[in-house]
């Protein structure tokens, strides 16, 4: 069993940047793949970034290359997500997922994670 917890979410400027954390228990961290997904009201979870279970490899939503970036620190159980530059319509919960499954690339797909955190908000204001 894999929980999951994010931190670093709040309210910023258009522009501003903001820091996302995603602390994860258990000891097969540094095995899986994780992923960062968004959910704005009224629509779809969408996906935002993943990485690949050693970091080497990473992918992003067309919408957020170039301004946000993946990354994890496998000694500290933590995957990041660094987001610079932010809009208004980047307004949404942000989550956190690792799959069930060990040593993948990083999916864009929602249902190839079975690991979920809670999820944190954030509020870009224009």
């Known amino acids: 069993q894999v929980q999951l917890v994010e931190s670093g979410g709040g309210l910023v400027q258009a522009g501003g940047s903001l820091r996302l954390s995603c602390a994860a228990s258990g000891r097969t961290f540094s095995s899986r793949s994780m992923g960062w997904f968004r959910q704005a009201p009224g629509k779809e979870r969408e996906f935002v970034a993943a990485i690949s279970y050693s970091g080497g490899v990473t992918n992003y939503a067309g919408a957020v290359k170039g301004r946000f970036t993946i990354s994890r620190d496998n000694a500290e159980s933590t995957v990041y997500l660094q987001m610079n530059s932010l809009k208004p319509e980047r307004t949404a919960v942000y989550y956190c997922?690792?799959?069930?499954?060990?040593?993948?690339?990083?999916?864009?797909?929602?249902?190839?994670?079975?690991?979920w955190g809670q999820g944190i908000q954030v509020t870009v204001s224009s």
């Open positions: 997922a690792a799959p069930s499954w060990r040593y993948g690339t990083g999916s864009y797909d929602p249902n190839e994670y079975d690991y």
